[in-house]
């Protein structure tokens, strides 16, 4: 009986110090030490069970990440699909560029504003205050540009082959920073378009501006020419743009397929996960091209069917000739 009591103080003991191990707060060790004293442990024996809680708990724990080496062997074997899918869509890209999409051609002018009719003949310099109020003119100018009323008189000459709403779209104006020039772009899918509504729109800005601001004036600084190559699209950019569009979407495909994949391939994802050794494998037979071996087992039995008729037959042919002797 004794023994017996001995026993189960030494298993409960054993039980406590298994549990002691798997303590993750403060709460719970002083819940086991606690049960751990109920169950006939002592004083020395609980300090013990405390040493190996302040053991436990200093460990620390396993990253699960991915390591740079498995990112690196991810895309190494993944590097097929990435070639390939960069290609593709490099390809689709400067083929939509080169072949589908509209080539547009850009025509521009520039205007500069002065705010003056006439130059002061006492004087010699351009005045700053003059300088900053056609700078000041200069967003004035735009917008009478643009206006409705400048924009019908380009279509007409233009032959009314456009509306001004169209010309309108067709239109950029910008400021050129810290300067009393302004520009005008057109954009058309005919080169010589381009350049003729340009040039109307800056000889209607010559007539219309001095009817509406009084005591300015504009120059044309350049008129338009007739643009040999599209402004857009740019096959070249479109082209680098796609190939690493699909860089980038075949190496995150690569990378999700691989996450989400639960599948274990090798050994050592099985050592990883249980901390126990492999015992044993069965081996790859995808490199088997014989096409009788890739029959499997129903051919082995098959094979060994027919040998036993084999035999079988070749016993009665003997007996039959035995019997024709006798």
Sequence with gaps: MMNRHKRLNFVTFSACVNRINKVKSVKEKETVNSYFVHCGGEERETGYMEKQYSTVMVEPEESEGIELGELLAILLSNIKLIVISTLVAGLLVFLVSAFVVTPMYTAGISIYVNNATNTNVNTNKIESADINASQLLVNTYITIVQSNRVLNDVAKECGSAYTADEIKKMMVTTAVQNTEIFQVTIENKDPKAAANIANQVASAALKKIPEYIEGSSVKVV????????????????????????????????????????????????LESMFELPVLGKIGNFAHITDKKSTRGYGYGYGYKRHHEQKTKETMKEKEQEGREKE
């Design 222 to 269: 350049d008129y338009a020419f007739v643009p040999q190559a599209p402004s857009s699209p740019n096959v070249l950019l479109n082209t680098a743009i796609g190939l690493m569009m699909g860089l980038i979407l075949s190496v995150l495909f690569a990378l999700a397929r691989e996450m989400l994949d639960t599948r274990i391939k090798v050994e050592g994802e």
